[in-house]
């Protein structure tokens, strides 16, 4: 087997997966069109099978085992997208696997990977986050000979991801002028950088990492693969701490940008897809049509394509959604609010400092009998971002001490 990915094994597995997974649809989408002045095209994968594209690359790999391989079974590491195409696999093919999940992994993906492995497949916790899941599962297989099934770092993984890319050459019917893929470990993007630069090389690539897990930019600049001090879990089909060996020259070779996407971007990204478009994405799904709303000016020949990469999103989540999107588009502030201990306080904070259509929507106080006065954790939603100045400067001229909580605080952490 090469350690190179090519074109060729990328054909080879998308007539391996034909008979498996969805050819997913290639649909126009009007709102970012509107927003980005030119055609938009989403790639559906969050309508695949699993919900994610994921299983493209679990199922080529796990395909190609050989007999004896089959017969000491798989093992493997996900932050839930992965293990369902394992579980899938394992289920379709009657191969016995384990999925190591991190403890951040949603219920919903967690009961997923149960439901479609079956008998076949058991779910063992593996640490706090996805590379200590890996250190586990690695350490599994090589205790008991189990075949490691990587997600992304494994040309088979990438050749059946990058069929994704051979799909969205077939349906767009012209060279697209720009596809946004998302990445995470950089198997997707590898896929597709490939097949594009081999029958569309016209076509700019870009790739769209989460801020707070920019694991790629990291080894672009550092010069090869390298561990985050620090990881940001919350697009958690994204959150790698390290991108692979294998991943890493393609995308340096192949790909024409990597761009950072703060999460409260994504969780707009993520509302607008669901009330205007009707489509259920998890964070890592809409990290493409984020990138492109934030940082892509249109301007190439040919429509642009995000890849939707999954709709795994747990329903329960979505209350912290909201509060990141309300926090990023400047609509939603915190401040600490020194109130003296007397009566009247907060009314002349009602009535002097709050302006029409600005509502408190949090209000955390105790009052401390043997002090003059007592802070307030107090948040405010406005109308229109930009009311903020004029607040601002009511709370500066009220004679109430008020400190402003910025996004970035780590007295967030116990807001969001």
């Known amino acids: 087997m090469s350690d190179r990915l090519t074109a060729t094994m990328i054909d080879q597995a998308a007539e391996r997966l034909r008979p498996v997974v969805r050819r997913t649809a290639l649909e126009p989408n009007e709102r970012l ?36 391989e089959r017969r000491r079974g798989v093992v493997c590491a996900s932050a839930g997208n992965h293990g369902q195409g394992v579980a899938f696999a394992c289920a379709r093919l009657g191969i016995s696997g384990r999925v190591y999940v991190p403890s951040t992994t949603p219920r919903q993906k967690r009961e997923r990977i149960a439901a479609l492995g079956g008998d076949r497949v058991e779910i063992v916790v593996g640490g706090g986050t996805y590379d200590e899941a890996s250190a586990a599962a690695h350490a599994d297989s090589e205790a008991g000979g189990a075949v ?25 019917g012209q060279a697209p002028g720009t596809v946004v893929v998302p990445v995470g470990g950089g198997g997707l993007i590898s896929g597709v950088a490939v097949w594009l630069r081999e029958h ?5 690539l870009i790739g769209a990492e989460p801020a707070g897990a920019a694991s790629m930019r990291a080894a672009l600049d550092h010069g090869g693969p390298v561990a985050l001090p620090e990881l940001d879990t919350f697009v958690d089909g994204a959150a790698v701490g390290k991108v692979g060996d294998s991943t890493f020259p393609l995308v340096k070779d192949l790909v024409d940008e990597i761009v950072a996407v703060d999460e409260g971007a994504v969780c707009t990204e993520m509302l607008d897809l669901y009330q205007t478009d009707g489509i259920i994405a998890e964070p890592a799904g809409a ?36 509060e990141r999107s309300l926090v990023h588009i400047g609509l939603r502030h915190y401040f600490l609010v020194t109130f003296p201990q007397r009566p009247g306080a907060l009314r002349h904070f009602l009535d002097e400092v709050l302006g029409e259509g600005q509502d ?3 209000f955390e106080y105790i009052k401390k009998n043997n002090r003059e006065t007592g802070p307030a954790l107090v948040g405010i939603e406005l109308e229109r971002a930009g009311d903020l100045e004029s607040l601002l400067a009511r709370m500066k001229a009220s004679p109430l001490t008020v400190e402003r909580i910025p996004p970035g605080s780590p007295l967030f952490t116990f807001i969001l």
């Open 33 to 68: 069109s509107g927003l980005l002045g030119g055609q938009v095209l989403l790639k559906r994968e969050d309508a695949q099978v699993c919900r994610s594209y994921k299983v493209r690359g679990a199922f080529n790999l796990i395909a190609s085992l050989t007999e004896d």
């Open 360 to 362: 408190i929507i949090a």
């Open 287 to 322: 990290l493409a049509g984020a990138a492109a709303r934030e940082v892509l000016a249109y301007g190439p020949e040919g429509p642009v394509v995000c890849v939707v990469s999954g709709g795994n999103n747990d329903v329960s989540r979505y209350n912290e959604v909201l």
């Open 148 to 172: 490691y099934v990587h997600p992304f770092d494994d040309v088979r993984t990438m050749a059946g991801q990058g069929t994704v890319g051979l799909e969205i050459l077939e349906q767009c």
């Open 200 to 204: 569309s090389p016209g076509t700019r």
